[in-house]
C-alpha cells in the first residue's frame, strides 16, 4: 500500500526536507484551528447576546489592531528568526482560547479577547508568509501553494465535523477547546526540528501605511483590499447566516467539512493548471466564476441548499486563490531584501480594510438588515482579486491571442 509520504515523493519529488516540517507543522495548527474557527463567530455570536453589531465589532477589532501591529512584530523575524516568530505567537492564541472557553466569566476582561488574537495573528502570519516565501521554489508556487491548500483542506475536512460532533455530543464546547489547546502545542515540534533563517532587512514602521498610497502598489492595495472583503464574508457571515437558518452544529460542521472535502479533489489540478497556463489566466477564470457563484448564497434556506451552494462556491474560490497565492508569493520572492517589506505591506491592507469593512457591518446591522444580502457584495471583491495580476493590458492581449478565431 502506498503511504502519504510516498505520495508527496512521487508528485513533488523538489519538495524539501524543512519544507516537509514546515506543511506538518501547520497541518497540525490547521486541524487545531479548524477545530473551532467555523464555530468560533457562532460561539462569539451567542456570548455576546445574539448581537450581529458587537459580534462584527470584535472581529474587527481583531483584524484592524492585527494590520496595524504588524510592522512592529514583523521586526522579530530579524531578530528571532521566522520560525521562532511563529513559535512566540502560540502562548498568545492558548490564553485567547482559554479566555473564549471562560467568556461569560469575563465580565468587563472580555475587551482583552480580541487583543490576544491580534497579537497572535501579527505574531504568525507575517512570519509564516515569510518562511514560506523562502522555503518554495520559483516555477513551482501554483504546485506548492496547492499542496499547502491541499493540506490544510485535508485537516479542515475532517475538523469542522469533529467539532461539531464533539460540541453535540460532549458536552459543549468545553472538550473542543481542550483538544485544541494540546494540538496547539504539539504543532510547535515540527518547527523546532530544522535551523531557522533571520530576515536581514529593516524597514521604517511606517513603511508599509505609505506604500498604500503609493503608485507602484496601488494595484496590489486594491486586490488585497478586495480579498479582506470576500475572507470577512466567508469567515464571518456565511457561518453565522448558517446558525440563523437553525441548523445544527454538526450539521454545520458536516457542511463545511463536506465541501472543503470535494475542493480537495479539485485543489492539485489548479496548482498543475497555474504552473502550466500561467497564474494570471487562471485567476481571470477563477475569479469570474467566484462573482458569478457568491449571489446563490442569498437564496439559501436549507442545510442542501447551504451544501450544494458551498460546493460550487468552493470550486470557484480554489480556482481563484491559488493563482492569487502563486502570484503573490511570486511578486514577494522576487526580491529578498524586500521579502518581508512586501509581506508586511500585505498584512497591513488586509487587515486594516477587513477590521474597517467589519466596522461598517456593525454599523449596517444596527438596522436589522438581512443577513445574507451582504452576499451580493461578494462578486466586487471577487473581482477585485484580479488587480493583482501585473501589466493588465498586455495580459489581455496575450490571452486574446490564444482563443481562436470564429
Not at 45 to 54: A, C, Q, R, T, W
Not at 74 to 81: N, S
Not at 155 to 164: I, L, Q, R, S
Amino acid at each position: 500500500m502506498t503511504t502519504l509520504h510516498e505520495h508527496l515523493n512521487r508528485y513533488f519529488p523538489h519538495i524539501n526536507k524543512e519544507l516537509k516540517e514546515f506543511y506538518a507543522s501547520i497541518a497540525i495548527r490547521g486541524f487545531a484551528v479548524y477545530l473551532v474557527t467555523i464555530f468560533e463567530p457562532i460561539y462569539v455570536y451567542i456570548n455576546l447576546g445574539y448581537s450581529l453589531p458587537k459580534t462584527f465589532l470584535y472581529f474587527g477589532v481583531i483584524s484592524l489592531v492585527f494590520g496595524l501591529l504588524s510592522p512592529f512584530t514583523a521586526r522579530l523575524t530579524v531578530r528571532y528568526g521566522s520560525k521562532h516568530t511563529m513559535l512566540i505567537s502560540i502562548p498568545f492564541l492558548f490564553v485567547y482560547y482559554v479566555g473564549l472557553w471562560n467568556i461569560e466569566h469575563l465580565g468587563f476582561f472580555v475587551i482583552f479577547l480580541p487583543l490576544l488574537s491580534a497579537l497572535d495573528r501579527a505574531l504568525f502570519w507575517p512570519a509564516y508568509h515569510i518562511a514560506f516565501t523562502r522555503l518554495t521554489d520559483k516555477g513551482r508556487r501554483g504546485q506548492e501553494v496547492s499542496l499547502r491548500t491541499m493540506i490544510l483542506s485535508a485537516v479542515a475536512a475532517v475538523a469542522p465535523f469533529a467539532g461539531g460532533f464533539m460540541i453535540q455530543h460532549f458536552g459543549g464546547f468545553a472538550l473542543l477547546f481542550a483538544v485544541v489547546l494540546a494540538l496547539l502545542f504539539a504543532s510547535s515540534v515540527p518547527l523546532l526540528i530544522s535551523k531557522d533563517v533571520h530576515e536581514k532587512s529593516r524597514h521604517s514602521f511606517l513603511q508599509p501605511f505609505k506604500q498604500i498610497f503609493s503608485r507602484k502598489y496601488r494595484r496590489k492595495a486594491v486586490a488585497f483590499a478586495s480579498s479582506a472583503g470576500d475572507l470577512a464574508l466567508e469567515e464571518y457571515v456565511w457561518p453565522i447566516f448558517l446558525f440563523t437558518l437553525a441548523i445544527n452544529f454538526e450539521t454545520l460542521g458536516l457542511i463545511i467539512s463536506a465541501t472543503l472535502l470535494f475542493g480537495m479533489v479539485f485543489t492539485f489540478y489548479i496548482g498543475r493548471k497555474s504552473d502550466a497556463v500561467g497564474h494570471g489566466r487562471v485567476l481571470a477564470v477563477g475569479s469570474f466564476l467566484d462573482a458569478v457563484i457568491w449571489p446563490f448564497k442569498i437564496f439559501v434556506l436549507t442545510p442542501l441548499n447551504a451544501f450544494l451552494s458551498d460546493v460550487l462556491h468552493r470550486f470557484a474560490r480554489t480556482s481563484s486563490y491559488i493563482p492569487f497565492g502563486a502570484l503573490f508569493y511570486e511578486w514577494v520572492g522576487e526580491d529578498e531584501k524586500e521579502r518581508d517589506k512586501l509581506v508586511i505591506f500585505r498584512e497591513v491592507v488586509l487587515n486594516v480594510t477587513r477590521g474597517v469593512f467589519l466596522f461598517f457591518l456593525a454599523i449596517l446591522f444596527t438596522l436589522n438588515i438581512p443577513l445574507n444580502y451582504m452576499f451580493a457584495l461578494g462578486p466586487l471583491f471577487a473581482l477585485g482579486l484580479l488587480f493583482m495580476i501585473d501589466k493588465p493590458k498586455k495580459f489581455i492581449h496575450d490571452v486574446a491571442e490564444d482563443v481562436e478565431p470564429m
